[in-house]
């Protein structure tokens, strides 16, 4: 099972910019799609997006198309968003997952199994 950390939330002003960063331990990274989901208070798990075990393949929640990207530094066992333009609705609880099985190509949302413990990203002025 592959551990998973999550850091860089806070606070930021509507129109800003910030990077988070997950940092996985305990299986082979390289081998499993990764993911970043979001939750509101009060509201269900959102999926963010994805990256295949390569980096190769990416895909995105529609409230965040063209203003996030995920990325991944297998060398580092890292996942990194950079978030750009946020908004006062972007403000949730961050997590990173890791699949459940190795595979080439991207996993649905229904498919992650391990999770990090969260960052909080906070977007007000």
């Known amino acids: 099972q592959v551990q998973l950390v999550e850091s860089g939330g806070g606070l930021v002003q509507p129109g800003g910019s910030l990077t988070l960063t997950c940092a996985a331990s305990?299986?082979?990274?390289?081998?499993?799609?990764m993911g970043w989901f979001r939750q509101a208070p009060g509201k269900a798990r959102e999926f963010v997006g994805t990256v295949s075990s390569r980096g190769d393949l990416k895909a995105y929640g529609s409230s965040v198309k063209g203003r996030f990207t995920i990325s991944r530094d297998n060398t580092r066992n890292m996942v990194i968003l950079q978030m750009s333009s946020l908004e006062p609705e972007d403000t949730a609880v961050y997590y990173c997952?890791?699949?459940?099985?190795?595979?080439?190509?991207?996993?649905?949302?229904?498919?992650?199994?391990?999770w990090g413990q969260g960052t909080q990203v906070t977007v007000s002025s």
């Open positions: 997952a890791a699949d459940r099985v190795r595979r080439i190509g991207l996993p649905s949302e229904y498919d992650f199994a391990s």
């Open positions: 305990g299986v082979s990274f390289s081998t499993l799609a």
